[in-house]
């Protein structure tokens, strides 16, 4: 079953949100809210309007099932500068 959509890819931590969800590698998420996911920006906007602590429906299909998850939106970590030296 082919499903279009944002697929979930590496190692979910399982106290980040989307640990906490349930999601796992290899899922297809298809839909924030409602809203049809296409693609990683689309999806990465919409989780950005809403920021961290908003709570939001996905739509996961996970094999030839889908199913909807509630999950609160977590704060991305910082990025770390790189480290330059005096000269």
Not at 41 to 60: C, D, M
């Amino acid at each position: 079953v082919f499903h279009q959509g944002v697929l979930v890819e590496g190692d979910i931590a399982a106290t980040s949100p989307a640990g906490k969800a349930g999601l796992v590698a290899g899922d297809v998420i298809v839909a924030l809210d409602g809203v049809p996911m296409r693609d990683a920006g689309k999806l990465r906007n919409e989780i950005a309007l809403r920021g961290a602590g908003a709570k939001v429906e996905l739509e996961v299909a996970r094999g030839k099932r889908t199913e909807k998850v509630d999950v609160t939106l977590g704060e991305l970590p910082a990025q770390r500068q790189p480290i330059r030296r005096a000269p």
